[in-house]
């Protein structure tokens, strides 16, 4: 019984010797695998931080190089626009407050033109003398012009209100393009109620019209009441209420 069992146990230990063998053969290979590797990554990590300083300069070099060609043309248009006379300059920007031709104004849909409605103001905040001479341009401030109100904030209202309040104010007497597109606009509020109040005190410069009224079910008959005024100014008018559409040149 003695030498079977010893004979099992010396069986077992030639297997796991040659096991152990094994194991150390793939250890040496794995060594020698992690070597080559950690050898390949940190090359692999010297090129990546050679190319990242290089990625590095080149961005610093192209923001100087946009700083330098911003400095240009600053200076170019600096000197450019400065010498041109302020008759010159202020009918560049009545032009560039103008967006639409003259036959564009009515085109369907009525909508808001924020582009046109901020034109001004863009303009006036460029630099001290631009705003000067914006302010004394009256023509410049034409747009006249809300937009729907119902999805906008009390706070937002108020603020197309003023806008609306400082375009007419510096507009001084000259004609004005009125557009109020309320089509969506399905409560009036106190600020519906104070834009067309505002509208309706310069009713005498209205030259062009578009109007695309709020459904007949919230609007009264005086939200009309101000074509019942005088409009000298007028050349062309295009109002629209619930599919009724009456356009007048």
Not at 72 to 86: F, G, Q, S
Not at 228 to 234: C, E
Request: hydrophobic share 45%; charged share 25%; proline share 5%.
């Amino acid at each position: 019984m003695a030498s079977k069992f010893a004979a099992r146990s010396i069986e077992r230990i030639r297997v796991q010797k040659d096991a152990l063998a094994a194991f150390e053969d793939q250890k040496r290979k794995l060594t020698v695998a992690v070597a080559n590797a950690t050898a390949a990554l940190q090359t692999a990590q010297r090129e990546l931080n050679d190319e990242t300083d290089l990625l590095e300069r080149l961005q610093l070099n192209q923001s100087i190089l946009r700083l330098a060609i911003d400095s240009e043309i600053a200076t170019l248009h600096a000197r450019t626009v400065a010498t041109l006379p302020k008759d010159i300059l202020s009918a560049i920007f009545v032009e560039f407050c103008l967006d639409d031709g003259p036959n564009e104004f009515l085109d369907y849909p009525c909508r808001f033109k924020y582009e046109r409605a901020s034109a001004p103001f863009r303009l006036a905040s460029v630099c001290q003398s631009w705003r000067q001479l914006a302010l004394v341009c009256p023509r410049m401030w034409t747009y006249a012009a809300i937009p729907c109100l119902w999805d906008k904030p009390e706070h937002q209202q108020r603020l197309h209100c003023d806008r609306l309040d400082l375009v007419l104010r510096r507009s001084s007497r000259v004609p004005l393009d009125v557009v109020i597109p309320w089509s969506d606009d399905n409560v009036l509020s106190s600020a519906h109620k104070r834009a067309m109040h505002l509208l309706e005190d310069h009713h005498a410069r209205w030259k062009r019209v578009y109007q695309h009224a709020p459904p007949a079910v919230v609007v009264t008959a005086e939200f009309f009441d101000v074509y019942r005024l005088a409009m000298p100014m007028l050349e062309e008018i295009r109002v629209e209420i619930s599919g009724i559409v009456d356009t007048l040149r």
